[in-house]
């Protein structure tokens, strides 16, 4: 996607085609990564719920990974994951990062 000159945007910033959320991956906006314990999961998938950008993959019913491409980091989903599982932890992004 090219970017666009401060002429070409909406006034308001508004988004003209439904549907595009896909398009813009605002992964890079976090300071937070979640860190998914498998091992711990319990699949109730109150993080899916919650989670405001639909970054909780899910397969059959059952949570598989997470979308690091649109995650913001926000913790919601962190927060929600029952306190005694606690299968998701938020880490700084570039612990993450220099963990790889
Ligand atoms: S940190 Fe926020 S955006 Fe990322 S997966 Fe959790 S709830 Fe979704
Ligand atoms: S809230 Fe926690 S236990 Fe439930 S599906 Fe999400 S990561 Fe797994």
Not at 12 to 19: L, M, S
Not at 40 to 58: T, V, Y
Not at 61 to 68: A, C, E, H
Not at 77 to 100: G, N, R, W, Y
Request: net charge negative.
């Amino acid at each position: 996607m090219s970017e666009r000159s401060w002429k070409e945007i909406p006034i308001g910033g508004i988004i003209e085609e439904a549907g595009n959320a896909d398009s813009y991956e605002t992964g890079s906006w976090r300071t937070y990564r979640p860190i998914w314990d498998a091992e711990k999961c319990i699949h109730c998938l109150a993080c899916w719920i919650a989670c405001p950008d639909s970054s909780i993959l899910l397969e059959d019913g059952k949570m598989v990974g997470i979308d690091y491409a649109h995650c913001k980091g926000c913790g919601i989903c962190a927060f929600e994951c029952p306190d005694k599982i606690s299968a998701l932890e938020m880490v700084l992004e570039t612990d993450a990062a220099a963990a790889k």
